[in-house]
């Protein structure tokens, strides 16, 4: 192991045995115009020690809902329960956000009572679409209100269905269509009055927030349009600049420049977006952080694990 590990990634998969049969059942081989990996316990905690990173925080990298044939409501409970002993085994190295069955609002409140109360896990992941209906949308509300309620800790993930006809169909959409889902999930929180509503959320964005820092400008023009004004009474930076940001394939000084005009140092994260980003990147992007003039060294500890125990107690406790 890495002496002293201290590095906190709140962005990794685990692709369960039940998630994996899902997929393959329905001719999933791949995610964004990547091959799926399998999941490896052991070759996960090698790959931490050897990065020095202490604690992962891992999610599912896609829904349980594919589309109206094909639906799955048991299927985030195994899943959840999967994490849940994976913790429960390794519980100083692994935590889990919960994959909630949405649509289906009535099984995902009861899932996130289950996975929270019960299970203990660490937040939920909420996926950026499903079905054309981004977050922030009108069904949604009774979902964000019990999450605002709880002080919750929400991981926002894009998507891309296999299914989902692409604009440019022969680029892999995890190189730019990912980054557009994120931003407009973030468009669809801000301008549906959700980040005004649901104040004590605390959101963690995938990416470096998308293209959210490049267009603070841009997206700041709704709070002078009269039918979105009443939704970011507050201004639309300041919505932005309370949410997280993880730096999983973002850490070029184009975008952390980007994000660090947004947001301040304290709410950038660490991620790797490991297993799908293979090992090679983990290694890039470390390097690529620590090469980063904009960060001294109190700004990149804080980066690496301060920002994320401020997020999540139990890591100061362990």
């Excluded at 841009?218 to 300041?238: F, I």
Aim: hydrophobic share 40%; aromatic share 10%; charged share 20%.
């Amino acid at each position: 192991m890495a002496p002293n590990p201290f590095r906190v990634d709140v962005h990794q998969h685990i692709l369960t045995p039940e998630y994996m049969s899902m997929l393959e059942g329905i001719g999933v081989k791949e995610g964004g115009g990547r091959a799926l990996p399998a999941w490896d316990p052991s070759g996960t905690l090698e790959w931490m020690d050897k990065y020095g990173i202490a604690t992962v925080f891992a999610s599912l990298p896609g829904p349980v809902y594919m589309d109206e044939q094909r639906y799955y409501p048991d299927l985030a409970r195994r899943c959840n329960e999967s994490y849940a002993r994976v913790i429960e085994k390794h519980p100083h190295r692994f935590g889990g956000f919960a994959m909630l069955p949405l649509p289906d609002m009535d099984s995902a409140l009861e899932e996130l009572e289950y996975a929270l109360d019960t299970l203990k896990l660490d937040g939920v992941v909420l996926i950026s679409s499903l079905g054309g209906k981004y977050l922030g949308d009108p069904g949604q509300v009774e979902l964000f209100d019990e999450l605002n309620e709880r002080k919750a800790v929400v991981f926002i993930h894009p998507y891309v269905s296999p299914q989902a006809k692409q604009p440019l169909p022969s680029v892999p959409a995890f190189l730019m269509e990912f980054v557009f889902e994120t931003t407009r999930a973030v468009a669809g929180l801000l301008f549906s009055g959700t980040l005004e509503r649901c104040p004590d959320i605390r959101f963690i964005l995938s990416h470096a927030g998308g293209t959210v820092p490049y267009l603070v400008g841009r997206l700041a023009l709704g709070q002078y349009l009269p039918a979105l004004q009443d939704k970011v009474p507050k201004g639309v930076e300041t919505y932005l600049r309370n949410l997280y940001y993880d730096t999983a394939l973002s850490a070029s000084p184009h975008a952390l420049r980007s994000l660090q005009e947004c947001v301040g140092d304290s709410h950038i994260l660490f991620g790797s977006d490991y297993p799908l980003a293979p090992e090679p990147v983990t290694e890039a992007s470390i390097h690529a952080l620590e090469d980063y003039e904009g960060f001294d060294e109190p700004a990149l500890t804080a980066v690496y694990g301060e920002n994320a125990a401020a997020l999540f107690p139990r890591l100061k406790r362990e």
